[in-house]
């Protein structure tokens, strides 16, 4: 019989960022790795994808910024969960992207 550790599990899987994330409370950015300049969020709802938040958000910003602003979501994007809050705008002149 194989044990293998929770976090073991989600590494080996790719999902390392989400079996953090599923810890954190869904009605704050506390714990995130947001960045400091962020004055706009944005909650993912169920089945959202990257594409969609920024479509949501009337293409205010780009596939790169969003993740720039957002350093726990994966290139892939695969690791959104409903109820967490995003950065979707930066203060000016914010972060080098």
Known sequence: MV??????????LGIA???KSAA??????QGWQ???YCDEFYTVSNGDT?????ARNQNKFTMSQL????NDINP??????PGR???VGVQHPGPVC
């Open 3 to 12: 044990v293998i550790g929770i976090q073991s599990l989600l590494c080996v």
């Open 17 to 19: 960022s989400l079996g």
């Open 24 to 29: 954190v409370g869904t009605n704050t950015v």
């Open 34 to 36: 947001l960045t400091q």
């Open 50 to 54: 990257c594409w969609d938040i920024i």
């Open 67 to 70: 993740l720039c602003w957002n």
């Open 76 to 81: 892939w994007c695969s690791n959104l969960i």
């Open 85 to 87: 809050q995003v950065c």
